[in-house]
């Protein structure tokens, strides 16, 4: 899951496979919620997003499941594939001054095992 | 369909070096943001901007100034470079900035070293 520091955490799974990155939230007031994939060398792509007044959305693979009782966010992949690995980020939208600034977590590697 | 672009791509400053990282979108995007990322950290914000003429302080904002004199740029000046802001700057672009509609659009990032 997510962590702040210098060691990435890292998620291993068999391609295939469904995968689960998790990650814990701060902000109780926050009330959106993003997830980011970044491949190497490249910029974070937006994968899916959720509001705080729903608790799962699915898109193509991919369901983000929210659980705001323990701040609790969790991205699911299903059927795993070699284009998964990436560095996958949650983000939460806290309000700042009546603008809102995405906070991020510092990201879990998801290495796809032939 | 260039999205954002930034220049340059990688550069070497010695410290207390000046330099100013360029940041276009051709979105017609209203906010733009300047990131740092560290080795194994999430992206940081800097500074970011609402529309054209105006900027705000983000979470990491010392050390760095902004300027949005025109919608589609943004830049991210260092005036005199320190080695503690080597890092991998990314910028990004959105609508707007609520709860209904947040996605960023990410440039490719510049790798700045700083020695």
């Known amino acids: 899951g997510e962590s702040v520091g210098l060691h990435l955490p890292t998620l291993s799974v068999q391609e295939g496979d469904n995968s689960i990155i998790n990650c814990a939230y701060s902000?109780?007031?926050?009330?959106?919620f993003i997830w980011y994939k970044q491949e190497s060398g490249k910029g974070p792509q937006f994968i899916i997003d959720?509001?705080?007044n729903m608790d799962k959305r699915q898109g193509q693979r991919v369901t983000v499941l929210l659980n705001k009782t323990v701040k609790h966010l969790s991205l699911q992949i299903a059927a795993t594939q070699p284009g998964d690995s990436a560095v996958y980020f949650c983000?939460?939208?806290?309000?700042?001054?009546?603008?809102?600034?995405?906070?991020w977590g510092a990201g879990t590697k998801l290495i796809i095992k032939p | 369909n260039a999205g954002v672009t930034q220049t340059p791509k990688f550069r070497v400053l010695k410290t207390g070096q000046s330099m100013t990282l360029l940041c276009a979108q051709d979105m017609n995007h209203e906010y733009m943001y300047w990131y740092r990322q560290d080795p194994g950290m999430g992206l940081r914000l800097i500074h970011y901007s609402v529309g054209e003429g105006t900027t705000a302080k983000g979470e990491v904002p010392d050390g760095y100034n902004v300027s949005r004199l025109k919608k589609q740029n943004f830049l991210l000046g260092l005036e005199s470079a320190a080695p503690s802001q080597t890092s991998v700057y990314f910028c990004?672009?959105?609508?707007?900035?609520?709860?209904?509609?947040?996605?960023?659009?990410f440039g490719q990032g510049t790798r700045l070293t700083v020695v």
């Open positions: 959720i509001r705080s």
């Open positions: 902000n109780s007031a926050s009330d959106y």
């Open positions: 983000a939460e939208n806290a309000r700042s001054d009546s603008n809102y600034q995405l906070i």
């Open positions: 990004a672009s959105s609508y707007v900035f609520d709860s209904l509609n947040t996605e960023a659009f």
